[in-house]
């Protein structure tokens, strides 16, 4: 992945963000992502993101559980193993259904789990920027990517005149990595660069 | 934003409710001529059964949706709540009938429940302490005449606020309380009739020797999933009426996800029950199955109608209302309203005819008839309502968040 430069807002409400969203969207300034602490209906409708593709993947899971755990029974039971229980046939669907339920469910919610980490790139042992540590607790943040044809100082001000109580400017990776923080890198962006407050 | 408050029925509307009613009323005379009379009444109090009793359970299960919203402190149904109520004052029309025809079931007694003459069955003299005349005209006058009451109720409270608007939090606060104080009674009451005592009186009856602890849960499930079909077609009805401002996908989407996930509930029903008699395999028990599905070398006559409800009731929900945009879409969705209901339709007409009739499928158009006649009752009896009243309770606490709701 590549390291990149970012302009980071951060608001105090939820109330300003959809407004400054769309005008973040209007002027043209490459909106990265927007960071709550806590999901906001709406927003994505706003940020002009596309529905999550995540059911899809939760349906295909879905069938390949069903199709697996039937046809794995069916082989065990009528080829593999064939036993005879209470009579019933070797071939016994109805007592099968709540295996294959059960199965269905499971492929489906597991899978949906490891391809949501996947999506939003979390993972044990797996880092990834943090452009402000508050926007897990109380703080909203929004972050545009700097292009070539976008001034930093610009970006800055224009955010500062949405309502931005704390503007900054980084440098980060966009991608997610193996290892550990660097040990110069401060997750308190203090310091590290300008910090332009409202 | 000015909305239009009152609903006037169309013309065509009206027109359309009638000529179904007088091809139901057409359908009721001609059959009674044809069957009733007959060697064998049965046939024709059977579809009379079937449509009376199906068509009531469709209409009370919007109260109960009503009942069951209000003591969740649902706000997202209001913008369409009035088309639940309106639904609900059918429930008075189809109540009478039904009445009249379950009276009828055991006093003309045209040998639809031979539980009536107990008299040497060891089965049906040990439960002749449930199953006598006294004890089912009883509980069918109180079933229909509670759900009547206590639904009139309910919808007293509603038009209550229309004119009278609430003056503060606190008044709010005791209405809403008021609210569900009288729908947890209706609750209450609708556990006691259609979720246990009455699908066991009207329906389950018919085996009088059979029984299975799931019967009254799965005809719940079976009316209640078409009961929100009904109440989705209704809205879309309206919308495309230019009614409803308020109402909007959001809501159709929760409609639908009702109508999903009510039909997957009544597969689970449907198959609990069905597994079990099959597992244990009891003669006894698996009689109810044997004119239904098909075993290793014999099919019986309602075999393929059987799986073809089945197929109507799980396998099309399952897998056109499962996508977001489906649910959101005027058009699956009254295309599976449609489907449901008549899935559900089919569904009561073998939990009876199979029962009565093993040996073949009667199923011709005298039992379309009596149900375009319904059908043809329910438009009537519900546009009716829906002009007594506005389409909006606008001075319900909770409307605000009903029109703000999304999903």
Known sequence: MAVKKFVVGCFDDEGPLFDAVKKVRKSGYKLHDVYTPFPIHGLDKAMGLRDTSLHTAGFLYAIFGTTSMLSFMTWVFTADFPLNVGGKPHFALPAWIPITFEFTVLCSCVGMVITFMYLCQLAPFVKKHHFHLRATDDKFVMVIELTSKTNESEVSSFLTGLGATEVNVQNAETGWWLGRYDKEQKLFVEGQSETVSA | MAIKEVFAIPARYRTWSLALMGVGILSVIIGFFLYGTGEHPARFWATMLQNSVFFLLVTNAAMFFLCATTLAMGGWQLTFGRVTEAISVAVI?????????????VTVDPHIYHWLHPHGDKILEGKSAFLNKGFYITWTLLTIGLWIVLGYKM????????????????????????????????????????????PWFWLMSIDAHWYSTMYSWYTFASTFVSGMSLITLFVVFLKNQGYLEYANEEHIHDLGKFMFAFSIFWTYLWFAQYMLIWYANIPEETVYFKSRVTSKNHSGPYTGLYWLMFCINFLAPILILMRRGSKRNYTTVTFMAILIIFGHWLDFYQMIHASLFPDHVT?????FGVAAGFVGLIMYAVANALTKAPLVPKNHPFIKESIIHHT
Do not use: H
Request: glycine share 4%.
């Open chain 2, 93 to 105: 029309p189809l109540g009478i009938i039904a009445f009249i025809v379950l009276i009828c079931l």
């Open chain 2, 363 to 367: 199923l011709n158009l005298f039992d």
């Open chain 2, 155 to 198: 919808r007293q409270l509603s038009r209550e606020t229309d004119n009278a608007p609430l003056g503060d939090p606190e008044a709010g606060r005791r209405y809403i309380f008021k609210n569900t104080v009288w729908a947890a009674i209706f609750i209450v009451w609708f556990a006691l009739t259609v979720m246990s005592v009455t």
